[in-house]
């Protein structure tokens, strides 16, 4: 993956690329913006660019882009070249479970790769990605990092809630904002990369939101399995008892993902409805294959608890980012759409 490759992002990339071909990267990067949208890719193809050793170049005669194929860029792309690190959230070996948060000998492990000298005549570079897990004593000792770049290195933090770093750290970072690419490119993309029908591109491309990452990651097919789960489960709820509720809550947050289904297929779900009820065209529907059903809820809900339902899924999955209680999470919001919106 080179800047070339990068499914939009246009005016970023247009950026990053000024930057590295005047020779003036900044020593920090913040790429803030949505999960999933191509934040990463791009950091990953900034640090290929600094390393290739046959790059595209610019007029000027400097590096504008890799080349994607020298030994460089390849190593690169299978995560093993001695001028780049990423840090991310990992499995604790104690536990052999993903832990909750970037821990300061992460952070240790990371600044004493960027102390090293540069193998050949690259540069060194660390993505931080998901950079707000950082815990505060983590982020406070990579505060130095960013206050003394070592010469030739350079650090992207990448973050889907940037609000959640120190303001010490991203006021040394050069901010750029990313934000998903449109429908119709995603689905332009999976018609390209997995051969699908336009129509099946364009339900898989919103179903995930428009992210590209998302959408290339899974089957369309397993895509409307899950949603046919998650929206069968907020159906049924108004027919469940109290305590079969606290059952399903109970069930559904053992369960890896689900919940996160049912705040993200639920949310498409309730939009769609909302704007049906706006009196908006059937096909500005993310679920327009059910505009049927859709209807059918419009004249049970209507506009207003639909966008009660928005809101109280948004929170739902602010609160799955922080919270370790997902049994309790799983409880509130079916209890609160039993009796607020479906009721
Ligand atoms: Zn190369």
């Known amino acids: 993956m080179n800047f070339s490759s990068i499914l939009g992002h246009k005016r970023q990339i247009e950026v990053i690329r000024r930057d590295l071909s005047t020779g003036q990267l900044p020593p920090a990067y913040l790429f803030r913006g949505e999960e999933g949208i191509g934040k990463k890719l791009t950091a990953l193809a900034l640090a290929k660019a600094l390393n290739c050793t046959s790059p595209a170049v610019s007029e000027a005669g400097l590096t504008a882009d890799s080349c994607g194929a020298c030994q460089s860029c390849r190593n690169i792309d299978s995560g093993c070249h001695p001028n780049v690190m990423t840090m991310a959230l990992e499995v604790n070996p104690d536990t052999g479970k993903m832990r909750q948060e970037i821990v300061i000998p992460q952070v240790r492990a990371a600044q004493e790769f960027i102390s090293l000298k540069a193998v050949g005549s690259g540069r060194k570079v660390l993505i931080v990605d998901d950079s707000h897990m950082m815990n505060e004593e983590a982020m406070n000792a990579f505060l130095k990092t960013l206050e003394e770049p070592p010469d030739s290195s350079h650090v992207i ?187």
Not at 169 to 186: K, M, Q, T, Y
Not at 191 to 212: F, N, V
């Open 157 to 343: 933090l990448v973050s889907s809630k940037p609000d959640s770093l120190l303001p010490t750290v991203l006021s040394r970072c050069r901010a750029i904002g990313f934000s998903a690419p449109d429908e119709e490119a995603v689905a332009g993309l999976l018609m390209e990369r997995k051969g699908l029908s336009h129509e099946t591109a364009l339900m898989a491309a919103r179903l995930t939101g428009g992210r590209p990452g998302d959408a290339l990651a899974v089957e369309p097919s397993e895509l409307l399995e899950r949603r046919k789960d998650a929206l069968k489960l907020i159906k049924r709820l108004p027919d469940l008892s109290v305590s079969q509720v606290l059952k399903e809550a109970e069930k559904t947050s053992a369960e890896g993902g689900v919940l996160e289904d049912i705040v993200n297929f639920g949310s498409a779900w309730f939009r769609d409805i909302m704007i049906l009820s706006a009196g908006a065209n059937e096909s500005l529907a993310i679920n327009r294959d059910l505009t049927d059903e859709l209807r059918i809820w419009v004249g049970r809900i209507g506009g207003w608890r639909s966008e009660e339902a928005i809101i109280l899924l948004e929170q739902t999955g602010a609160a799955l980012m922080r919270t370790f209680n997902r049994r309790l999470t799983a409880e509130d919001l079916f209890l609160r759409l039993k009796a607020e919106i479906l009721g």
